[in-house]
């Protein structure tokens, strides 16, 4: 029996200091059919202000890559604010925060000069498709390291920023220029946006590269119809560049959705060395047409000397059912000119990705994909097996541009804010008062220790620890009891042992106050709890002997035989 007291005390003991963690991942129907809205959220006590996608793991295995963070920017007609989002594993935040106000895209890890930074593009989204603004490089501390523009005096569009191994930055950019329309049916010069390719230098800002779409690309190659585009201010987006990559050859590679081809490009002289895909197609397809008819595709990238990684979206908001997005891995012969599909990627839900999305390769070979204006992102085995499915939105809004993500990818990173943890007393979901703590971007911290004293004037060392407890999710969470000091705080503690901060000092008696007029403080009492746990397991024997007298009462009933008629077959 001591035994049992025991393990009872050690389990209520943990409970008061249980980490607010989430709950086992499972499907869940209410969320994918709008029982909590276009956009749910995840709430956090101590940091309401925050607005962090709620998850729903439709499948997961520990073949999937838990050590690394997942990395998406949620905007949409749903959202308060775009927000730049990093996630662990079990969908629990890190960091989030939005950026004066713009709509955000992109969010990456790149390394500069030996250091990790965070980069993603701000701007404004509405200028037709693609985007003018800046790119925003963040610090290990979330400092502003440095905003990068264009050269020449142009806008930085938001599809894709990279920062090459020499230290230069390519940077896809939308220009608008006069061209002769009646190649596609128009007799008049109108407005085209021209799509640049421009490497950078981050020191000076000055282009080193820079090539043009118009000089070599025909506006009658597009799949684009021009409707009511190229007259006014409406200008004919006839390419659509979405991604731009630079090879150990110095070569660039860049995909365009409306052509519906990757163009190679000599890194020299910025002559077209060939085209993969659309009208212009140069290969001979040896998959029986697989291997090129991906259409509106974005995010290609080489993985290898001979292989190419494609988002297909294969759909547009126009043609939005004409095919199901697919992650596409080819291989290319480029002396044979030749092209073979070596895995697709599909998502079982025939996700339609009419716009934006991801691929990536992660380093143990498996494969993520983000579904841009669909809520989703996957992980697949290199074989294309799928993994790991989740939704950051209700299944039945996709398409609806409610919640979306340009880009899903995984990083490891490692933040260190400078700003305090945030803390709160609230009520916890049995009703009691508990003490909350979270920190925005602190990825150390492996252990929260909560503090008190009855000195508001106190120093360190006056301050006495009352609980502890690792930290599991983004918040944890300690229930008050009437032993605990007037002030409290916690103290963010790594996995060394080391204090890495201090929330500010709250007194509890101050709350207390503050929130009499409306309900009660209920706290943990210590000197009854020996009493509770009493009166719990003696109910517990109660109900247990009373079940007992049930079942020997039913064993011990008169039984009755009721003759049933019979009747022919």
């Known amino acids: 029996m001591r035994l049992s007291w025991a393990f009872l005390v050690l389990a209520v003991g943990n409970a008061n200091a249980a980490p607010?963690?989430?709950?086992?991942?499972?499907?869940?129907?209410?969320y994918e059919h709008d029982a909590y809205g276009p956009h749910p959220l995840a709430?956090?006590?101590?940091?309401?202000?925050?607005?962090?996608?709620?998850?729903?793991?439709?499948?997961?295995s520990q073949a999937c890559d838990t050590s690394l963070y997942t990395f998406m920017t949620p905007r949409g007609g749903a959202t308060r604010e775009p927000q730049a989002t990093i996630l662990d594993s079990n969908g629990e935040l890190i960091w989030t925060q939005p950026w004066r106000g713009q709509q955000l895209y992109n969010l990456m890890v790149q390394e500069y000069r030996g250091e990790k930074y965070l980069t993603f593009w701000a701007g404004d989204d509405t200028v037709g498709g693609h985007g003018a603004g800046t790119i925003i490089m963040l610090d290990k501390y979330y400092y502003l390291y440095r905003e990068i523009r264009a050269a020449n005096g142009l806008d930085a569009d938001l599809h894709d920023f990279r920062i090459t191994e020499n230290g230069t930055a390519l940077i896809t950019v939308y220009q608008t220029v006069q061209q002769d329309l009646r190649e596609v049916g128009k007799n008049l010069v109108g407005p085209v946006w021209d799509c640049l390719?421009?490497?950078?230098?981050?020191?000076?800002?000055?282009?080193?590269?820079?090539?043009?779409?118009?000089?070599?690309?025909?506006?009658?190659?597009?799949?684009?119809?021009?409707?009511?585009?190229?007259?006014?201010?409406?200008?004919?987006?006839?390419?659509?560049?979405?991604?731009?990559?630079?090879?150990?050859?110095?070569?660039?590679?860049?995909?365009s959705r409306y052509m519906h081809s990757l163009t190679y490009i000599d890194g020299a002289t910025g002559d077209v060395i060939w085209i993969l895909g659309g009208k212009r197609n140069m290969f001979r397809d040896l998959s029986n047409g697989t291997a090129t008819n991906f259409a509106y595709q974005h995010d290609a990238r080489w993985s290898g000397n001979d292989t190419i990684t494609i988002f297909d979206n294969g759909v547009d908001d126009v043609h939005r059912d004409i095919a199901d997005t697919r992650g596409l891995k080819v291989k290319i012969d480029e002396k044979a000119m030749t092209v073979s599909v070596?895995?697709?990627?599909?998502?079982?839900?025939?996700?339609?990705?009419?716009?934006?999305?991801?691929?990536?390769?992660?380093?143990?070979?498996?494969?993520?994909?983000?579904?841009?204006?669909?809520?989703?992102?996957?992980?697949?085995?290199?074989?294309?097996?799928?993994?790991?499915?989740?939704?950051?939105?209700?299944?039945?809004?996709?398409?609806?541009?409610?919640?979306?993500?340009?880009?899903?990818?995984?990083?490891e990173w490692h933040g260190f804010p400078t700003t305090k943890p945030s803390s709160a007393v609230r009520r916890n979901s049995e009703r009691n008062w508990s003490f909350y703590v979270s920190w925005n971007g602190a990825t150390e911290v492996s252990m929260w220790v909560l503090q008190g004293t009855q000195d508001n004037n106190a120093t360190d060392k006056d301050w006495r620890e009352l609980n502890r407890t690792k930290k599991v999710g983004f918040e944890a969470a300690f229930e008050l009891r009437k032993s605990y000091s007037q002030y409290l705080r916690a103290v963010a503690v790594n996995s060394e042992g080391h204090m890495l901060g201090v929330s500010e000092p709250l007194n509890v008696s101050a709350v207390e106050e503050q929130l009499l007029s409306t309900e009660t403080l209920t706290f943990i009492d210590d000197e009854n709890l020996t009493t509770e746990i009493a009166m719990v397991i003696g109910g517990v024997i109660v109900l247990g002997l009373l079940l007992r007298m049930g079942i020997v009462a039913w064993n011990n009933r008169p039984t009755v035989y009721w003759r049933i008629p019979t009747v022919p077959d």
């Not at 607010?20 to 209410?30: L, V």
């Not at 070599?216 to 991604?243: C, P, V």
């Open 197 to 255: 390719v421009q490497e950078i230098d981050l020191e000076t800002g000055r282009a080193l590269f820079e090539w043009r779409a118009l000089d070599h690309w025909r506006l009658s190659d597009s799949f684009k119809d021009i409707g009511g585009d190229g007259e006014g201010d409406h200008a004919y987006d006839f390419f659509h560049m979405n991604s731009v990559a630079k090879d150990a050859r110095g070569n660039y590679l860049t995909s």
């Open 43 to 60: 709430v956090f006590k101590s940091a309401a202000e925050l607005e962090v996608p709620k998850l729903d793991v439709l499948l997961s």
């Open 20 to 30: 607010s963690g989430s709950p086992a991942s499972s499907y869940d129907f209410g």
């Open 342 to 411: 070596v895995t697709e990627y599909f998502n079982t839900h025939k996700i339609h990705g009419v716009s934006q999305g991801s691929f990536q390769t992660l380093s143990n070979g498996n494969v993520l994909l983000g579904y841009g204006n669909s809520a989703a992102f996957t992980e697949f085995a290199s074989d294309g097996e799928i993994l790991c499915d989740t939704h950051f939105g209700p299944e039945s809004r996709f398409g609806k541009a409610e919640i979306q993500s340009y880009r899903v990818y995984k990083y």
